[in-house]
């Protein structure tokens, strides 16, 4: 394909602002435009743009002439359980009219997120493999586990070119996260250097796969750049970087901050936590696109620390 005249949605949020800056710096400034519900506050070309709003959506792609469509626009685990049927319109139904939508543009390459979310009780919690047991018990997690039929069906049916990976809890410093299961991961990071202290809403011994950000990135411009005849997954790819627990996180960044103190209050997250797994296989990304994460526990908690600064008294 010619240089790609990319539409990413969900702009705003915690993997949207990285993953926008990453595409602009590959593909170039105007290639990129960025959308979101809330207004931008940040340079380059930006819809502002109501993810259920089909007529809007379809403006957009044709006004820009769009050929690549990243579609994160989505309400996670917590958040999305607070109006499960708002979160399956903006989940599900949003992303099904948009692939009917990029259908009837001519745009085939779509990238899809789908999540660990998608796993459940009856999954094995380690070392998860790709083709497993799906009951997720969030509805996150069943408009994700949908999701990836309906991008396999329209694969198939279709011809379209739909990629997808199933994040693990991403980590990151550039932005926080909101509404996740697995945002105890970034903020015991904000919170450790601002505050020295932390009160964490899962228990100790939570273990969740993760991945810090530069990886996650990676991962997902492996994936698009990956020759299609390589791929071998129509549903989602797993991927995974390392598998923590609050307090192995904890023992990690009190090797920089000695004094740091977490304790712990779980609350209605833990129980999502709980019927998600331990640890992820991802044979098949690395079989098929060459995926191999460069960060571990103590390289990624060594680069948060070192971009996340104290905040000047005010
Ligand atoms: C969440 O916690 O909901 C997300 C995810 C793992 O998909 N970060």
């Given at each position: 394909?010619?240089?790609?005249?990319?539409?990413?949605?969900?702009?705003?949020?915690?993997?949207?602002?990285?993953?926008?800056?990453?595409?602009?710096?590959?593909?170039?400034?105007d290639q990129v435009v960025a959308s979101d519900l809330k207004p931008?506050?940040?340079?380059?070309?930006?819809?502002?743009?109501?993810?259920?709003?089909?007529?809007?959506?379809?403006?957009?792609?044709?006004?820009h002439k769009i050929t690549v469509i990243y579609h994160l626009a989505?309400?996670?685990?917590?958040?999305?359980?607070?109006?499960?049927?708002?979160?399956?319109?903006?989940?599900?139904?949003?992303?099904?009219?948009?692939?009917?939508?990029?259908?009837?543009?001519?745009?085939?390459?779509?990238?899809?997120?789908?999540?660990?979310?998608?796993?459940?009780?009856?999954?094995?919690?380690?070392?998860?493999?790709?083709?497993?047991?799906?009951?997720?018990?969030?509805?996150?997690?069943?408009?994700?586990?949908?999701?990836?039929?309906?991008?396999?069906?329209?694969?198939?049916?279709?011809?379209?070119?739909?990629?997808?990976?199933?994040?693990?809890?991403?980590?990151?410093?550039?932005?926080?996260?909101?509404?996740?299961?697995?945002?105890?991961?970034?903020?015991?990071?904000?919170?450790?250097?601002?505050?020295?202290?932390?009160?964490?809403?899962?228990?100790?011994?939570?273990?969740?796969?993760?991945?810090?950000?530069?990886?996650?990135?990676?991962?997902?411009?492996?994936?698009?750049?990956?020759?299609?005849?390589?791929?071998?997954?129509?549903?989602?790819?797993?991927?995974?970087?390392?598998?923590?627990?609050?307090?192995?996180?904890?023992?990690?960044?009190?090797?920089?901050?000695?004094?740091?103190?977490?304790?712990?209050?779980?609350?209605?997250?833990?129980?999502?936590?709980?019927?998600?797994?331990?640890?992820i296989d991802d044979y098949y990304a690395i079989k098929d696109w060459?995926?191999?994460?460069?960060?571990?526990?103590?390289?990624?908690?060594?680069?948060?620390?070192?971009?996340?600064?104290?905040?000047?008294?005010?």
């Amino acid at each position: 394909m010619n240089n790609p005249k990319i539409l990413v949605t969900g702009s705003g949020g915690q993997i949207g602002t990285v993953l926008v800056n990453a595409l602009r710096e590959k593909y170039g400034e105007d290639q990129v435009v960025a959308s979101d519900l809330k207004p931008s506050t940040s340079q380059g070309l930006f819809v502002q743009l109501d993810i259920t709003d089909s007529e809007a959506l379809d403006a957009a792609l044709s006004d820009h002439k769009i050929t690549v469509i990243y579609h994160l626009a989505a309400l996670l685990s917590s958040k999305g359980e607070e109006n499960i049927h708002l979160t399956w319109d903006i989940n599900l139904l949003s992303y099904l009219k948009l692939l009917d939508i990029a259908k009837s543009n001519g745009i085939k390459k779509i990238f899809f997120p789908s999540t660990i979310g998608i796993y459940g009780q009856s999954t094995p919690k380690q070392n998860t493999q790709q083709h497993t047991s799906f009951e997720p018990e969030t509805m996150y997690g069943i408009t994700k586990y949908t999701g990836e039929l309906w991008s396999a069906y329209y694969n198939k049916k279709y011809g379209m070119d739909i990629r997808s990976i199933r994040y693990p809890g991403v980590i990151s410093y550039q932005s926080r996260p909101h509404g996740g299961t697995t945002d105890y991961a970034v903020d015991i990071f904000f919170e450790a250097v601002e505050k020295g202290k932390y009160e964490c809403y899962l228990s100790k011994n939570t273990k969740l796969p993760m991945i810090y950000m530069p990886d996650m990135i990676r991962a997902t411009l492996m994936l698009m750049e990956a020759p299609k005849d390589d791929l071998t997954i129509d549903m989602s790819y797993n991927v995974t970087g390392f598998s923590v627990t609050p307090d192995s996180l904890h023992q990690e960044i009190k090797k920089h901050i000695p004094d740091f103190e977490v304790t712990y209050k779980p609350d209605h997250r833990q129980q999502i936590a709980e019927s998600w797994t331990e640890s992820i296989d991802d044979y098949y990304a690395i079989k098929d696109w060459a995926w191999s994460p460069k960060f571990d526990i103590a390289t990624m908690t060594r680069d948060m620390l070192s971009h996340i600064t104290v905040p000047e008294e005010s």
